[in-house]
């Protein structure tokens, strides 16, 4: 096979390693495996329910409507993977938070090296595991009180519900994890990205009927909501790819005999330094009130929710608010301006007009405050932009996608599309020694 010299792997490539080559041929089967087992599970019922009832008492309910957005139906199924990654998700949220709190976990992360970012991982599924745990325990009692749902309610019902969603929880999560170890990476997000796809044809059968209608005036509106979406997804291909390249120079220095010349490279500083998290991260803030109402049944809590669903008179301002927040706070994590003036510093290497140590830490804080800023504002546009257009068009089959998901699709498709050139590129090596 005749590879390309180029940096970047030509489709024809990919698809020829995709194919041929023994390992990446294994990431793949292995990834698509457990994503179609993870779906699968979501349409193995919850035993001891009556569902025509259950189906009945969640008809129309906001609650139910987001949760089922990032659970791909399984809430409104009620099957055993109905709670899927979110606990992972929000177990996630929870110790990363902790991480910039508490000086031990953060140790943990940064000087441990693989032994410690080892435990943080076993702490979050702990973590991973209370969560679901609640959020079963809410869910069994609350089927439990509902009339007619459970055939035969108790404790026993109770538990039992309890240990299968709690057990189904936990396997998606050693799925998603697999994923990322032995598949194509990004776990995680691969199992949101596969849920929320498999919403897209009850949305997009609906649109059609809506359309079909006779209406000439719903035709338009709707030609009008896609040609957003289109344009939304060209806008967030190229935010997620777009960087700001910072000039390094690279002192002259002497091996041996051999005098080397100044070198000058660039640090790239993405525009969206978190990618696709601060969207996730944010989503599943808005969820955890939904799991407060499930545990206490408080009816002010429910009305609470139903401001923060999406329609709601709460849902943007809060929804803004959290993607600003997890931008900078997951910008943080990504990149510490300090350690990168100092390994700037060791290496010799300094911006030109920028003096070392201090000052560079300070221009480098300086620039990717202002990326975040302007990261987080075109997640709010990706956010609040279909919804608004949702509202004006009054086509309602697509709502919560836009707001919720869109970037989720993108950037998880983006970053799955690098990871696979990754491996490409390191077959391409390996068969070049080989030879």
């Known amino acids: 096979m005749t590879v390309s010299r180029d940096k970047t792997p030509s489709a024809q490539e990919t698809f020829i390693q995709m194919a041929q080559a023994a390992g990446l041929r294994g990431r793949l089967l292995v990834t698509l495996g457990l994503l179609i087992l993870a779906r699968l599970g979501v349409y193995i019922p919850v035993i001891g329910i009556d569902r025509q009832q259950f189906s009945r008492n969640i008809e129309g309910s906001p609650v139910i409507g987001l949760l089922d957005l990032f659970s791909g139906g399984g809430i409104s199924q009620l099957g055993v993977f109905a709670l899927g990654?979110?606990?992972f998700i929000n177990a996630s949220i929870i110790i990363q938070l902790l991480t910039a709190a508490l000086p031990s976990l953060e140790d943990l992360q940064k000087n441990e090296g693989e032994a410690g970012r080892r435990k943080l991982s076993?702490?979050?599924r702990y973590v991973a595991l209370g969560w679901c745990i609640l959020q079963s325990v809410g869910i069994g009692l609350w089927l439990n009180s509902a009339p007619g749902v459970a055939l035969n309610p108790g404790p026993t019902f109770v538990i039992q519900t309890i240990l299968a969603l709690s057990a189904g929880s936990m396997l998606v999560m050693w799925f998603g994890e697999v994923i990322t170890e032995r598949g194509i990476g990004n776990g995680a997000s691969l199992l949101i990205f596969v849920n929320i796809v498999s919403t897209l044809p009850r949305s997009i059968g609906?649109?059609?009927?809506?359309?079909?209608s006779g209406d000439s005036s719903i035709v338009g509106r709707t030609v009008i909501l896609v040609m957003v979406f289109l344009v939304m997804i060209v806008g967030i291909v190229f935010v997620q790819e777009g960087t700001r390249r910072i000039p390094i120079i690279s002192a002259r220095r002497q091996v041996g005999r051999k005098l080397y010349l100044e070198k000058s490279s660039y640090l790239p500083l993405r525009l969206n330094q978190g990618g696709v998290m601060p969207i996730i991260f944010a989503s599943a803030v808005l969820i955890l009130p939904v799991t407060l109402a499930e545990l206490t049944g408080s009816s002010a809590i429910v009305s609470v929710v139903q401001y923060l669903s999406p329609g709601g008179a709460l849902y943007i301002p809060f929804y803004l608010t959290m993607i600003l927040f997890f931008s900078y706070f997951y910008a943080s994590l990504i990149m510490n301006p300090v350690d990168v003036a100092q390994n700037l510093k060791k290496m010799g290497s300094s911006i030109p007009g920028i003096r070392p140590g201090?000052?560079?830490?300070?221009?480098?804080?300086?620039?990717?405050?202002?990326?975040?800023?302007?990261?987080?504002?075109?997640?709010g546009i990706v956010a609040?932009?279909?919804t608004v257009v949702e509202g004006l068009t009054r086509v309602p089959t697509f709502q919560g996608l836009g707001a919720t998901s869109l970037l989720i699709l993108v950037g998880v498709a983006i970053d799955t599309a690098k990871q696979i050139q990754t491996y490409v590129i390191s077959q391409r090596y390996e068969g070049m020694v080989k030879q």
């Not at 201090?358 to 997640?379: D, H, P």
Request: charged share 15%; net charge neutral.
């Open 85 to 87: 990654i979110l606990p």
């Open 122 to 124: 076993q702490i979050t």
């Open 206 to 212: 609906q649109t059609i009927e809506l359309a079909s």
């Open 358 to 379: 201090k000052a560079t830490s300070e221009y480098i804080e300086r620039v990717l405050n202002r990326l975040t800023f302007l990261g987080a504002v075109f997640l």
């Open 384 to 386: 609040i932009v279909p």
